[in-house]
C-alpha cells in the first residue's frame, strides 16, 4: 500500500481510504467489522464516515455508521493509533439534525461530542464539514446558472466560517479533533477559509474531498491544482459514481439489493442515456486490459495528478477486495489514452 501527506497536516494516509456510508444499512455490524479488519490487513490506515450515515441518511438510522465503527473501536483499543478516522458535521438540510440548520461554531462543538460518543474515542483525526453553508455546485448542480453565486451575501457567508473555524480551534486545543478539512466545497471557499485561517491564527483546512470520477471530473484542473499548490489533500468520493461505473446498472438494470433499490435523497441523478453510454465504452476499454470497468475507473482516480486518497465503499468483502486490487494495477499507455478519447466524447454525462 502507498501513502500520501494528508495536506499540510503531519499524517500519512494510505492512497485508499476506506468509505463506511453503507453499515448500519445495507451492512450489518458483523459485516462492517470484516471490512475494517480485510482492509486493516491491506495496508489501508484511513476510514472515513459522517454524522448523518448511512445512506441514504434518515432520521430512524443517522449516527448508525458511526456506532458500529465505535463498536469495534470498543474490542478494537489497541488498534485505535493504527487508523486515521475522519467524520464529518451535516450541512444544513436535513430536519433530523439541528432542525436542518446552519453549521455554526456551537454545532461543530456539540457534533464532535456526540461523535466522540458514538466513535467510543478520544480523538478524530480529520474532522470536515459535509458541505457548506451556502449553496454549492455539487449533487448535479453544476451545470451553468443551476445555481446563483451573485446573490450570495459574501460577508455573512465569510463571517459563519470564522464561527466555525473558531471552534473548530477550541476542539483542537481540547484534544477532540487534530485536524480539520471540507467535503462538497469550491475553490473560492478553500480559499476563504485558508485566508481567514491566516488572518485570525486559527487552524488550516487540511482536505477537501468531492465528488470525482470518468463521469464527472469537474475539479480538474482549476481546484486540484489550486489543492496542489495549497496543500489541500483531494479525496475523491464515489469514485465509482454511486456504483454506476461496476457496469451493474446499465440498461436500467437494479440488482436486487443494491443502493439504487433505495430511495435516494437527491434522487438517480447520474442515471442519464449519456452516462450509460459512456460506460459501454469504459467497459470495452476494461475488457481489453483484461480488468473489471469498476478497476478501470478506480485506478483512472488514483492515477490522477493532486489526488490524495481515493474513498472507496462495497457491501461485500468480494466488491471491496475487488477494489482495494485496483490500485495494485498499472494502465498502459494505449488504455490511458483509450479512456482519454472517451473523456472527450462525454465530458459531463449526468
Known amino acids: 500500500m502507498k501513502f500520501s501527506k494528508l495536506?499540510?497536516?503531519?499524517?500519512?494516509?494510505?492512497?485508499?481510504?476506506l468509505g463506511s456510508m453503507t453499515w448500519g444499512l445495507q451492512n450489518s455490524q458483523q459485516e462492517a467489522n470484516q471490512q475494517i479488519d480485510f482492509a486493516l490487513s491491506k495496508g489501508i490506515n484511513f476510514i472515513d464516515t459522517a454524522e448523518?450515515?448511512?445512506?441514504?441518511?434518515?432520521?430512524?438510522?443517522?449516527?448508525?455508521?458511526?456506532?458500529?465503527?465505535?463498536?469495534?473501536?470498543?474490542?478494537?483499543?489497541q488498534k485505535r493509533n493504527d487508523i486515521v478516522l475522519a467524520s464529518k458535521i451535516a450541512g444544513p438540510g436535513l430536519p433530523y439534525i439541528r432542525d436542518g440548520g446552519k453549521i455554526t461554531g456551537e454545532a461543530v462543538i456539540k457534533s464532535v461530542d456526540a461523535s466522540l460518543k458514538r466513535l467510543q474515542t478520544d480523538y478524530i483525526d480529520l474532522y470536515q464539514l459535509h458541505w457548506p453553508n451556502r449553496t454549492s455546485p455539487h449533487f448535479s448542480r453544476h451545470s451553468p446558472n443551476d445555481i446563483n453565486f451573485t446573490n450570495v451575501d459574501r460577508k455573512q457567508e465569510s463571517a459563519e466560517m470564522l464561527e466555525i473555524l473558531q471552534a473548530l480551534k477550541l476542539c483542537i486545543d481540547a484534544g477532540k479533533i487534530r485536524h480539520c478539512g471540507l467535503s462538497d466545497d469550491t475553490t473560492w471557499g478553500i480559499n476563504e477559509y485558508l485566508k481567514l485561517s491566516d488572518k485570525h491564527s486559527l487552524p488550516k483546512m487540511v482536505s477537501i474531498q468531492n465528488e470525482f470520477n470518468l463521469l464527472h471530473n469537474k475539479d480538474w484542473p482549476y481546484l486540484i491544482e489550486n489543492c496542489v499548490h495549497e496543500d489541500i489533500a483531494f479525496l475523491p468520493w464515489s469514485p465509482l459514481a454511486g456504483g454506476m461505473l461496476s457496469g451493474k446498472y446499465l440498461n436500467g438494470a437494479r440488482p436486487e439489493g443494491s443502493r439504487w433499490t433505495i430511495s435516494q435523497r437527491n434522487g438517480l441523478f447520474r442515471a442519464t442515456e449519456q452516462s450509460d453510454l459512456a460506460i459501454k465504452e469504459y467497459e470495452k476499454i476494461a475488457?481489453?486490459?483484461?480488468?473489471?470497468?469498476?478497476?478501470?475507473?478506480?485506478?483512472?482516480?488514483?492515477n490522477v495528478d493532486?489526488?490524495?486518497?481515493?474513498?472507496?465503499?462495497?457491501?461485500?468483502?468480494?466488491?471491496?477486495?475487488?477494489?482495494?486490487?485496483?490500485?495494485d494495477l498499472v494502465?498502459?499507455?494505449?488504455?490511458?489514452?483509450?479512456?482519454?478519447?472517451?473523456?472527450?466524447?462525454?465530458?459531463a454525462p449526468f
Do not use: M
Not at 495536506?7 to 481510504?17: A, F, L
Not at 481489453?288 to 478501470?296: E, K, N, P, R
Open 7 to 17: 495536506g499540510s497536516s503531519n499524517i500519512d494516509v494510505s492512497r485508499v481510504c
Open 52 to 77: 448523518l450515515y448511512p445512506v441514504p441518511p434518515s432520521g430512524e438510522k443517522h449516527g448508525d455508521t458511526e456506532r458500529h465503527i465505535g463498536n469495534w473501536i470498543n474490542t478494537n483499543k
Open 287 to 302: 475488457k481489453q486490459a483484461g480488468i473489471t470497468t469498476a478497476q478501470l475507473a478506480l485506478k483512472w482516480c488514483d
Open 306 to 327: 493532486g489526488v490524495t486518497s481515493t474513498i472507496i465503499g462495497a457491501t461485500s468483502l468480494a466488491q471491496l477486495e475487488e477494489n482495494i486490487n485496483a490500485f
Open 331 to 347: 494502465l498502459s499507455p494505449e488504455t490511458i489514452d483509450a479512456v482519454s478519447k472517451v473523456l472527450k466524447l462525454y465530458p
